[in-house]
């Protein structure tokens, strides 16, 4: 059988997913980056569909009081450029990317960060969920009622779609949703522009309407029962601001210059979601819409203004198609930011290090694939119900957006006396906290027992695990660090060997990731159990690329820099143990097929040569080790051994018995 020639399987893959891109191409980082309309695209689509349900449960609270639609408008629009601008500064303090994790990890502390981070986590899941069933409500309430039961299996193969979209690339699933989004925003310039100017005429009307409504709610209310209607309604409304931090988060997918790109998204964003909130708000009000069962009041402005259009009809149904379609691209925020609050959570050891590694598309795979399942689960469970996924949505990403503005207010205050306009700055953080606090509080009162309980006791289930996953990384690098400190100044036994190596000769093939005492212990062992055996030594190592080192060229050639010192300092020790050695390397995301490739061409330039390489070994082995550390070693091996390769795996022991 032809080794080279894919198989059925792996050609599958590859038109699924496509073909695998050029680490080491120059150019790869311009080709995957997003402009800031693609990435208004595919991060803003969150927030901005928002707008869909945000402002009518602000609206529908008001009940009587509908006047205070106006004052909603414009607390909901600088609620929108607070937060915007508070994440605009983040954005400029944390070029790389993080958002809410990485503030409140560096600003507050790292549990302050876990909770951040798994709240982000949590409600980026539903993110993918709650878009999905609207979407999937939006799309079949326009089909005959008997296809109803077809709406469940329809949202599930929406998710799978995404899943296979984002494996792909980022920039290819955005590409492929941008006429949805355009759609949206073609539709609803008309909707809100003709909704406007059609009834500009009773703008003075509502105003003295709204000027003798509030006095007689001052009469009957007082000031504070029209405050407390008010608060009620802004905080119900919450909902409208899920999604602004998506651009702080997704950071590390612009094109350079990375910050300018990410403000000038933040800027779309902001305008486009307080534009389009406020201007629904206004429309509400001008047009005097009341719910109507079985539609939204979306659903009912849209009649409403093209009731007199020769083609109101078709406007309308596209106009609210839209909306339901627009969901689907603000699934794509969860499938973008959610891998990639999980792998700077996996970096800093909350999760497992997998969730930081990239595919062979530069995606980050593992993490794409979770969150998928994740939202079939919960979608599967809820059963697609909306009611039951909105209430459970909007509460996790006020605690991330509260803890951010604290970080924030934190690092300005202890900087106040190098940064001159501390002060200034600070304000608009203080007020965002305010605002956040004064959401997140009344919303969990509020939705509580109706499921937000459920969203804070997931959350919460998730930071222990997170906080026992840190636990045993902690011990293990303790271990670890213990074997550093025994052997990496161990002293040489024999004459130093500067000659060059002879494929002719015995050589012992070792693999390597960084100059550690994991690695000496291996070297040392094999010069133990094979005494006199070889004369070659070969290190070979994989420079891999993971979400924590594609930030740019600068990061990819200290990352080789790194590979190579290390792989140098143990050619100096086979050396000065009297052995000639060499090393070999290269560069991957995939550190099995890279390792592979590599470890064989060596082979074939050494012929006499066994591979070498070193397990961790756990006193008393628990069944979640293979999924906290990788089983690269096995992997490898397996692969030689098919490849007719020999090769020896020696066991690191660690000695754990609580972790």
């Known amino acids: 059988m032809d080794r080279d020639k894919p198989g059925f399987f792996s050609t599958l893959k590859r038109r699924m997913i496509g073909a695998p ?129 077809y709406r469940l299996p329809f949202a599930m193969l929406l998710i799978i779609g995404l899943i296979l979209l984002n494996i792909r690339g980022v920039k290819e699933s955005i590409t492929v949703l941008a006429p949805i989004f355009m759609l949206f925003i073609a539709s609803h310039v008309i909707l ?29 209310l007082g000031m504070l029962g029209v405050a407390i209607i008010f608060l ?6 919450g909902g409208t601001y899920t999604g602004i931090e998506a651009v702080s988060n997704g950071l590390q997918i612009m094109r350079e210059p990375k910050v300018q790109t990410g403000k000038r998204t933040m800027i779309y964003m902001a305008f486009s979601l307080a534009i389009t909130a406020a201007g ?30 020769k083609i109101g009809s078709a406007l309308a149904f596209i106009t609210i198609f839209s909306e339901g379609a627009l969901l689907m691209v603000a699934a794509q925020t969860g499938f973008i930011d959610g891998p990639r609050v999980m792998s700077n959570m996996a970096v800093d050891y909350w999760l497992p290090r997998r969730f930081a590694t990239l595919s062979d598309r530069l ?41 951010s503005q604290f970080g924030m207010s934190r690092f300005y205050f202890t900087h106040r006396q190098v940064d001159h306009k501390w002060k200034r700055h600070i304000l608009i953080h203080v007020i965002g906290l305010a605002l956040c606090l004064l959401i997140l509080v009344t919303m969990i009162i509020l939705k509580f027992k109706e499921g937000g309980w459920l969203t804070l006791g997931i959350t919460t289930i998730l930071i222990v695990f997170c906080i ?82 594609f930030k740019g060229s600068v990061e990819m050639d200290n990352l080789k820099k790194s590979v190579r010192e290390s792989l140098e300092k143990y050619v100096e020790l086979a ?17 099995v097929e890279s390792a592979v490739d590599l470890v064989e061409g060596t082979v074939r330039e050494f012929p006499r040569s066994v ?11 628990k069944f979640y080790h293979r999924f906290l550390h990788n089983e690269t070693a096995f992997a490898i091996q397996r692969r030689l051994h098919w490849a007719g390769k020999t090769s020896v795996i020696l066991p690191i022991r660690v000695g754990i018995r609580r972790a």
């Not at 050396?575 to 550190?591: E, L």
Request: hydrophobic share 45%; proline share 3%; with cysteine.
């Open 468 to 549: 026992i996953i840190k636990r045993h990384y902690k011990n293990v690098r303790k271990e670890l660090q213990e074997l550093d400190e025994a052997l990496m100044n161990i002293p040489a036994v024999g004459h130093y060997n500067d000659k060059p190596v002879d494929p002719g000769d015995s050589t012992a093939i070792q693999l390597v990731s960084g100059y550690s005492g994991f690695g000496v212990h291996t070297f040392l062992s094999i010069v133990k159990n094979f005494p006199d055996t070889y004369k070659n030594f070969i290190f070979v190592s994989v420079a891999v690329v993971d979400s924590g080192t």
């Open 363 to 403: 995606t980050m795979q593992n993490g794409v694939l979770l969150m998928g399942i994740a939202a079939l689960a919960l979608l599967y469970f809820t059963r697609g119900s909306v009611a039951a996924l909105v209430v459970m949505y909007s509460i996790n990403v006020f605690v991330t957006f509260s803890l």
């Open 192 to 220: 809100l522009g003709t909704g406007i100017l059609a009834h500009a005429f009773r703008i003075g009307p509502i105003i003295n309407e709204v000027n003798t409504s509030f006095n007689s709610d001052l009469s009957s």
């Open 280 to 309: 629904i708000f206004l429309c509400y009000l001008l047009w005097d819409i009341h719910p109507i069962e079985g539609k939204t009041l979306n659903a009912v402005l849209a009649e409403s203004v093209f009731a007199n259009w």
């Open 611 to 621: 591979v070498f390489l070193g397990q961790l070994t756990f006193s008393l082995e």
């Open 575 to 591: 050396r000065r143990f009297g052995f000639t050695a060499d090393y070999r390397m290269d560069v991957g995301t995939d550190v």
């Open 232 to 237: 009620h309604a802004y905080t119900l409304g």
């Open 21 to 149: 891109r050029d680490i080491q191409d120059p150019s790869i980082y311009h080709k995957i980056s997003l402009i800031p309309l693609l990435a208004w695209i595919g991060l803003g689509a969150d927030g901005l569909s928002s707008s869909s349900y945000g402002p009518e449960e602000a609206f529908k609270a008001l009940g009587n009081h509908a006047y205070l639609a106006i004052f909603l408008a414009l607390a909901t629009a600088f609620t929108v450029f607070i937060i915007s601008y508070a994440y605009s500064r983040i954005i400029e303090h944390f070029p790389h990317g993080g958002g809410g994790y990485i503030v409140a990890t560096h600003m507050i502390g790292e549990k302050a960060g876990v909770i951040s981070g798994s709240a982000l986590l949590v409600d980026y899941v539903l993110t993918i969920t709650v878009s999905i069933a609207a979407c999937s409500d939006a799309i079949f309430s326009f089909l005959p009622p008997h296809l109803l039961g």
